[in-house]
């Protein structure tokens, strides 16, 4: 269905987040999240571990959920998800018609998730845009789609850069902090070495994602964020930030050695923070 194996990934993201939504005390409520999902979701989620992938899911998409009704309510009114997969937040977080939403991803993943959310109402100027996020055309289509260059700018770039090379994120990055303007900020998610190494805890979940195409990983994502040309800030998954009760080990602001992580990277054009 989908047209590479990449692009797979949206339907665990999506299975994720059905099984949390399921919990009484789930971090977030995502109704359309079983059907977008489908027996392909399902299994993908069985192969990579459930007890590894909805913890660690839900936690980035509770973490990013703050953050983006953070910034609408600070005034930003111009957000692009790179990657946008099978997300629901353009009708799920009740954000106003003011804000102009841009979706990036390849045509059939954003075709499937409109098909079967068909009737349901987005509360934000919802555009989509079929792409490769790493395509310079891509961009071309986000201006022709209503993109303001010089509008401040939320980017959320999700579950995407561990399947880059880091050629292929520095040219992406290089795009992207062209088209924004001053004051524009950049969310994204980077696993540490050991989730790429499938180290630990994280064999299974890392053997499952290694064959679908996870390659980039970094313990020092603050340091990659300023290669980038951004300045910024970053927690763990695990960190009293963004914990939520969802990993095992207590909150802490320390990473132990050899063990998993995501991290979770706030960040802002170096000239404008």
Not at 125 to 141: I, K, Q, R, S, Y
Not at 197 to 212: T, V
């Amino acid at each position: 269905m989908f047209p590479d194996l990449v692009s797979h990934t949206a339907l665990l993201t999506a299975a994720a987040r059905a099984m949390e939504s399921r919990r009484p005390d789930r971090l977030f409520d995502d109704p359309p999240a079983a059907t977008l999902a489908g027996v392909g979701g399902e299994s993908l989620l069985a192969e990579v571990g459930p007890d590894t992938a909805v913890p660690s899911i839900a936690i980035r998409t509770r973490f990013y959920d703050g953050v983006i009704q953070a910034a609408v309510t600070r005034g930003v009114r111009q957000v692009v998800l790179l990657g946008a997969g099978l997300d629901t937040r353009a009708y799920r977080l009740g954000l106003p018609a003011t804000v102009r939403w841009l979706e990036v991803d390849r045509g059939p993943v954003l075709e499937h998730k409109r098909r079967l959310l068909r009737g349901a109402p987005a509360t934000v100027e919802l555009h989509d845009v079929p792409g490769d996020a790493c395509e310079p055309t891509t961009f071309d289509a986000l201006h022709a789609s209503g993109l303001e260059r010089a509008e401040r700018t939320l980017w959320l770039v999700e579950g995407l850069l561990c399947f880059l090379a880091p050629e292929e994120i520095r040219s992406l990055f290089a795009r992207l902090i062209e088209s924004s303007g001053a004051g524009s900020e950049v969310l994204f998610d980077v696993p540490n070495l050991a989730c790429v190494n499938a180290q630990g805890a994280f064999a299974r979940a890392g053997s499952a994602l290694l064959k679908r195409g996870l390659q980039f990983g970094t313990d020092d994502p603050v340091g990659f964020a300023e290669s980038l040309g951004l300045s910024a800030t970053a927690v763990h998954e695990g960190h009293p930030l963004a914990h939520f009760g969802r990993r095992a080990e207590p909150p802490s602001t320390e990473v132990p050695p050899g063990s998993w992580t995501v991290y979770f990277v706030h960040s802002r054009l170096a000239a404008s923070a």
